[in-house]
C-alpha cells in the first residue's frame, strides 16, 4: 500500500530501525527491498488491521489507525467483506465407487512441477491430516469419518485440474473437503493466484473453517 506515513520511531522501544511490512503477490521492487532489509513479506492475504510496521529490534508489529492512506484501505476492505461471495463452485458428482466429486482449475504463482500419484497422494494425506487435527480438537472421541481421493493434473505451464473425491459423515465434509485441499496445494506448492478462476484472496469470504497449517505463502520470514 502506497501513501503510509513512515514512523520515526517504534512505540514499545523507541527503536529507529522500521521496516515495512508488503501484503500480496509480492513485485520484483518488494523482493529487492526485502533482499535490502527494508521490508518483509507478511503474506498474500490482506485484512483490516493488518501491521503496516515492524521494528527491528524489538520485533513489535503494528499499524497507525489515524494515517489517512490505511483508513482508506480499511474502509475499502471492510466494504469487500461485507458482500455475499457467491464462488463458482463446480457441481458435486457422484462416482461408482459411491463418493461424489469437484473438478477445480487452479492457477499457480509458480510453476506446475508436479503431478502424478506423488503428488496426489501427498494432497490428499496432508488434507486429511490437518482436517483430524481440527477435528480432534472440537471432538475428542473422534468418531467421524472423513473418506477423500485426490487428483492433480497439470493443465498449463501454471495450473492444474484438481479433482477432490470425498465421502463419510464428518461434519461438513461435502464443502470442508475442498479447502483443506486447497490450503494442502499452497503448503506444497507455493501461492495460488486463482481458484476456478477468482482470485486466492476472495475464497477467504466462503463460509468454511480457516486452515489448521501456515501455507507456504506465509510462512515466517527469515529473521535478519
Known sequence: MSGLRQPHACPVCAGTRILRILYGSPTADAMMAVDRGEALLGGCIVTPGQPDWECSRCRHRWYDPQDPARRRLDA???????????????????????????????????????????????????????????????????????????????????????????????PNWDKVADTFVMHAMEALMGPIVSWQGVPRALWKLWPLPPPAFEPLATSPTRKR
Not at 86 to 101: F, I, Q, S
Request: net charge positive.
Open 76 to 170: 475499502v476492505l471492510e466494504e469487500l467483506a461485507s458482500r455475499t461471495f457467491e464462488p463458482p463452485v463446480p457441481a458435486l458428482t457422484p462416482r461408482a465407487d459411491g463418493l461424489h466429486e469437484r473438478i477445480w482449475k487452479v492457477k499457480l504463482k509458480g510453476r506446475a512441477s508436479r503431478a502424478g500419484d506423488q503428488l496426489s497422494l501427498q494432497l490428499r494425506d496432508r488434507a486429511l491430516r490437518e482436517h483430524r487435527r481440527g477435528l480432534d480438537d472440537q471432538r475428542p472421541d473422534g468418531d467421524a469419518e472423513a473418506i477423500l481421493d485426490v487428483r492433480a493434473e497439470i493443465a498449463g505451464p501454471r495450473s492444474y485440474l484438481v479433482t477432490i473425491a470425498r465421502g463419510g459423515d464428518a
